[in-house]
């Protein structure tokens, strides 16, 4: 668990942002219990009344059903408003995510699942919000009518009073058996959650490779597998709670029978339990209301322990270890005036395992260089260290002078564009495919992109031109990537950064990229991977790896 527990950390900023709404819910909650304990006072009166041959005064029977709808009206404006609030605390905490979120390295990512992280913003999201709702502020509502209900069966039945203080005890007791068994339940419920959500998406990524290894029947059963762990472990959850439900009703109708069988007994019983008919009608209201909170408790439980399950998986989530800041000293001369630099460089995914063993080369300024080697050898590492995904475990990794992990996100686009091999559209027009919503990058610099790339006339034909909204077939798979490379050059960068861009193209679709690549490569530095000879390594320096 984090040291500062981030469901609280929340509230806190919630109640900061929204002090009157904060106010509101306790003085709804303070009015719902205040409310729901007058109307059984109405009732005994109305009803000694009756008994005594005075008859019902009218003005007590509108009383009675003024109060009861005042507490419901109470009641209903009490859950809405804690609705509200949970609503405005699960926004902060999901905030919270999200900026931790743009600080974890590169690493979290390759080791953790992308349905893992995506159940904690979701699924353990949807738990802190239903911790409120269903949770934790409408047990403080119940706990506090429990105790203004055991003060009036104080002030009216002695006897009644000192038998719920012996069973309180047990039933506490009870209930912390049930909220321990729950938890456990519900901590492996999100777990199989977690794994289920994990599943699907690899699937879907890797369909074509099932079908062509025939594994359609192992990934089947793997999901039965974990479907079954999850519907397993949500099974003992439902089974504790339903059990503890039925327990308290048996429970409220034995407290009744004991208290009737003790009043008909004799004149001493009676005088213990002080009632008269009246009084017998209250107290079995109020025995029904103390039962109610119990009740809902116990109904409470499992939205409260899978809430302590998602605030441990959010908790862990928060101190996941941050991308550490590089210091940006200049680098030694030697260094310090190549675009690109890597200089007795270590590093591999295990630190056990190295990929790149004390590699060396370098990149002048307008310099083209192409990496080629065989698949593994370590050519799209290079760029993640480029790129600042990972830091190597020895060396230097330089750009433009400085370590490639200490540049500011902000900069970054006015340094290299990286062109990778499939187009990855963004929400939004075909400008901001291009932009990437980045408004520092002008009008007349998307233009001169697309442009550039030669894509300036197929844009134009659009209906609104760039400001045509993104979609499939709009472009063909060459244009994607005319526009990959426009994406990359809109900030007129000084060095280009290519991964096979040309791998999945024809041979006539490849010699338009080629050409655009040669425009855009005019005055500056590039650095590509490559599997096999093209013409666009004519005149370059080649680096051979592996």
Request: hydrophobic residues 40%.
């Amino acid at each position: 668990m984090s040291r500062k527990n981030p469901v609280w950390e929340s509230v806190k900023g919630t109640l900061r942002a929204h002090p009157r709404s904060g106010a509101l819910v306790a003085v709804l909650v303070v009015l719902s219990v205040g409310t729901s304990l007058l109307p059984p006072l109405v009732l005994e009166r109305a009803v000694n009344s009756l008994t005594e041959g005075r008859g019902i005064p009218w003005q007590l029977g509108l009383l009675y059903i003024g109060l009861t709808v005042l507490s419901d009206c109470c009641e209903t404006a009490q859950n809405g408003a804690i609705t509200l609030f949970g609503q405005k605390v699960t926004h902060g905490l999901r905030s919270t995510l999200c900026a931790k979120l743009d600080r974890l390295p590169a690493r979290y990512f390759t080791g953790h699942p992308s349905g893992q992280t995506t159940s904690i913003f979701v699924n353990d999201g949807d738990t802190i919000d239903a911790l409120y709702s269903d949770g934790i502020v409408g047990m403080l509502a119940d706990a506090c009518k429990l105790l203004g209900i055991l003060w009036i069966l104080w002030s009216r039945s002695q006897g009644l009073f000192w038998i719920l203080c012996l069973l309180l005890p047990l039933l506490f007791g009870l209930t912390r058996h049930f909220q321990k068994g729950t938890l456990a339940a519900q901590r492996e419920n999100r777990r199989a959650i977690g794994r289920v959500n994990s599943h699907v998406p690899e699937t879907i990524r890797n369909i074509r490779t099932i079908h062509s290894l025939g594994k359609e029947q192992y990934m089947e059963d793997r999901y039965d597998t974990l479907i079954t762990d999850s519907f397993r472990a949500i099974n003992r959850a439902n089974v504790f709670d339903g059990i503890y439900s039925p327990i308290i009703l048996v429970t409220q109708a034995a407290v009744v029978a004991v208290i009737m069988v003790g009043a008909a007994l004799g004149p001493g019983w009676a005088d213990l339990f002080g009632l008269s008919v009246g009084s017998a009608v209250a107290v079995i209201a109020y025995v029904g209301k103390i039962f109610g909170p119990l009740e809902s408790i116990g109904m409470e439980i499992q939205s409260i322990q899978s809430a302590m399950a998602g605030i441990q998986h959010i908790g862990e989530f928060l101190d996941e270890e941050e991308r550490t800041s590089v210091s940006r000293e200049p680098l030694p001369e030697g260094i310090r005036d190549k675009a690109v630099a890597f200089s007795h460089v270590t590093f591999g995914y295990d630190p056990a395992r190295p990929i790149l063993k004390d590699f060396s080369c370098s990149l002048e300024p307008g310099e083209q260089v192409i990496l080629m080697g065989p698949s593994g050898c370590g050519k799209s590492t290079l760029f993640k260290l480029l790129l600042g995904l990972y830091g190597p475990q020895q060396g230097t990794v330089a750009l433009m002078g400085y370590r490639a992990g200490s540049l500011p996100e902000e900069e970054k686009r006015s340094l290299y564009g990286c062109v990778e091999q499939e187009f990855s559209p963004v929400p939004g027009t075909v400008g901001d495919q291009v932009t990437l919503g980045d408004g520092s990058v002008t009008a007349d610099q998307t233009d001169r992109a697309l442009e550039l790339v030669g894509l300036q006339e197929a844009v134009d034909r659009l209906p609104q031109g760039k400001d045509t909204p993104m979609a499939d077939g709009l472009f063909s798979q060459g244009e994607l990537q005319l526009l990959n490379i426009a994406r990359a050059v809109a900030k007129e960068p000084r060095l280009l950064l290519l991964d096979e861009i040309t791998a999945n193209l024809d041979s006539q679709t490849e010699e338009k990229v080629l050409k655009a690549l040669e425009r855009a490569a005019q005055g500056r530095s590039v650095l590509s991977i490559s599997h096999r000879f093209s013409r666009m390594m004519e005149g370059q320096r080649i680096i051979r790896m592996g």
